[in-house]
């Protein structure tokens, strides 16, 4: 699919020129000051100095002056519908911030969650993220359809997207931590979930769209569900995403219920394998990390969220070392007001540094790595984003960094990495333009701003009503 074609039907261009460029390819490929050729809506050409002359079709050169280009960031863990509950039981460890927010959370309905999504998708957009996920494991009966409001904010947006249909079923009755009225049934998760995959995910080289079934949490989800969900996901074909070792009160209850640990739970209901990404992963023996990398187990870093719910500080660097691929998450934004991946990066590097391998624990490239290539990785992409090479998709971010916050700072990558937030001079999603001098291009900032508001007053009102 071309991003957009010539009345000759050849393949329009966009030549970036005079910029920095971070690859993040297999060797981290740096330039000082080179370009990109994007054709279409892949990269044709990448290299030193400029551009090569003679290209046809170029509907438009960018001079990067000034900035850093990068692979578009790739988000792997979030929770759009918490958008429209932040600054919510903002001192609280995480079972007791679920338990706070369940009975909130359990009466949102598709207005609600598309407004949630628009912010989630836009604060992230505008800070470099090019693919999207969303994690979304609540489903009130009655609710409307909630998956097609999601995918379908997210198409308005033009990043590319995951949709991890997620589910419930494992109640206080039966020993969970959600409210009764708030879970599915194993029946209903899993033939809702087989449905949302058959009608909105794409597995061509250049999906905008992907779906993963992604059963929420062991406290939240039967072994029943764990158990079919992972053979629902291999029988269709698509990947499995679920939250794993994120608290000393999951591994606890993990051995009280099951009388395993988070990891050992995991082999034995299937969920260790390469199509298998995981978020947290906080509380992880040298034998857990083992498992994970000797299977393939992807893992969602979600640092400001571990630092919120003082859940922990993952080991990241040994992750590494043993060989598992590792994306970063902002996580739902109920832990990580925010919603920024690029100030992950330094969230990263900074607390993993208060870990056991103080300062050698992350440096600047690995941390992009994370928020780039590595996020590829666990969403099964690494072969069409993730880096920029010569017949990868076109996701690039152009970074300034010649103004006020990083003009002085020695090195590009150490600017946009240890600096403060980088602002988005321009990103391309498969080629398109997606962000202009920080604005978003396809969407009223102001009016998402506006509808966030009221829906989550309208969240707080329904509930307090009930
Ligand atoms: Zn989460």
Known sequence: MAASATPEGAAARIVIENCA??????????????????????????????????LENVVRRVDGTGHLVTPGLVNTHHHFYQWITRGLATDHNLFNWLVALYPTWARIDEDMVRAAAQGSLGMMARGGVTTAMDHHYVYPKGSGDL?????????????????????????????????????????????????????????????MTQVAVAPCSPFSVSTELMKQGAELARRLGVRLHTHGSETVEEEKFCHELFGLGPTDYFASTGWLGEDVWMAHCVHMNDSD????????????????????????????????AAGVPVGLGVDG????????????LRNALLINRLGAHKEAALNARQALRLGTYGGAQVLGRASQIGSLEAGKLADLVLWKIDGIGHSSIA?????????????????????????????????????????TRDEAQRLARITAES
């Open 21 to 54: 460029i971070a690859t993040v390819d297999a060797n981290d490929t740096e330039y000082a000051s080179g370009y990109v050729v994007v054709a279409g809506n892949t990269i044709e050409s990448i290299g030193a100095g400029k551009a090569p002359e003679g």
């Open 147 to 207: 998956s097609g409001a999601i995918i379908g904010a997210a198409r308005e947006m033009g990043v590319r997207f995951t949709l991890a249909r997620g589910s419930m079923d494992r109640s206080e009755k039966d020993g969970g931590l959600p409210p009764d009225f708030a879970v599915e049934t194993l029946e209903g998760a899993l033939a809702a979930t087989e449905e949302t995959v058959k009608k909105h995910h794409d597995a061509s080289f250049g999906a």
């Open 289 to 320: 990390i083992e498992a994970f990398a000797r299977t393939g187990t992807g893992v969602a870093h979600c640092p400001s969220s571990n630092a919120r719910l003082a859940a922990g500080i993952a080991r990241v660097p040994d992750m590494l």
């Open 333 to 344: 934004t109920a832990s990580n007001e925010s919603g920024e991946l690029h100030t992950e």
């Open 411 to 451: 090195d590009p990558v150490t600017a946009i990495v240890f600096g403060a937030a980088a602002p988005v001079t321009l990103s391309l999603v498969n080629g398109e333009p997606v962000v202009e001098n920080g604005r978003l291009l396809h969407v009223d900032e102001d009016a998402i701003a506006r509808v």
